[in-house]
């Protein structure tokens, strides 16, 4: 069955400086792996996605994601956090384990961005 | 564009009455839709995926319902409520042209309380 892991309940980093949240994965097959941000009492906004090709994806904000097939991970990355990044962090994967419909989200990790 | 409707927004239900909570998406056809439920503020468990008009797959045995009576409306349901179903039940959609590939759009949100 495919999971999805987020290892880190909290990631605080000072402004400025660069930021990862990891994501490591279990799929069937080729993974679709997804990144989504929630702020406070929202719903989820899509970041970015990888699909296939380059291993370095780009999203919204300035982030960005490298998938890593050997570690099967997809860390979300940004060169340089600001305090507006602060919020909640999903990873997601579909994969073929259920004909691709289902979307299985990490259980997240919250970003705090001190100025 | 598209966009999502969710609502109620907040809602607040002794135990034991029924519910309904109703997602409409707008300017696509055919979408898949999904209701998610998220406890605590943290990780997201899907509840129920829809690939079409009367076709509802769960996912987990529980007191809840969904039906998709139009193309673009998906509605969850349960006819006595129970303390555990209080969270922050979301709505999402992605076009069926994607496949496996595509991201998800959510909703705002409709935050249950059971008392």
């Known amino acids: 069955a495919q999971s999805v892991a987020q290892p880190e309940d909290q990631v605080n980093v000072a402004e400025g400086n660069p930021l990862t949240v990891k994501c490591t994965y279990s799929?069937?097959?080729?993974?679709?792996l997804f990144w989504y941000v929630q702020y406070p009492n929202r719903g989820l906004q899509f970041l970015l996605k990888?699909?296939?090709?380059?291993?370095l994806v780009k999203g919204s904000y300035g982030f960005e994601a490298e998938f890593n097939k050997s570690q099967t991970s997809f860390h979300l990355k940004k060169p340089s956090a600001l305090v507006s990044d602060s919020a909640l962090y999903f990873c997601?994967?579909?994969?073929?384990?259920?004909?691709?419909?289902?979307?299985?989200f990490g259980a997240g990790t919250r970003l705090f961005v001190k100025a | 564009s598209q966009t999502i409707h969710q609502w109620p927004a907040t809602l607040v239900q002794p135990v034991g009455s029924p519910l309904s909570l109703e997602c409409t998406v707008e300017?696509?056809?055919?979408?898949?839709l999904y209701w998610y439920r998220q406890a605590a503020g943290r990780g997201l468990q899907l509840l129920f995926y829809?690939?079409?008009?009367?076709?509802i797959s769960s996912e987990v045995p529980q007191n809840l319902s969904a039906s998709r009576p139009q193309d673009r409306q998906f509605i969850l349901s349960s006819k006595k409520l129970l303390l555990s179903d209080s969270g922050f039940y979301l709505c999402?959609?992605?076009?069926?042209?994607?496949?496996?590939?595509?991201?998800?759009?959510f909703g705002e949100g409709s935050r249950l309380t059971v008392l």
């Open positions: 997601a994967v579909r994969g073929l384990d259920t004909g691709g419909f289902k979307t299985i």
């Open positions: 829809s690939v079409g008009i009367g076709q």
């Open positions: 300017g696509t056809s055919n979408p898949n």
């Open positions: 999402a959609w992605s076009t069926r042209a994607s496949g496996f590939t595509g991201e998800l759009f």
């Open positions: 990888y699909i296939t090709g380059d291993n």
């Open positions: 799929v069937s097959g080729n993974p679709y």
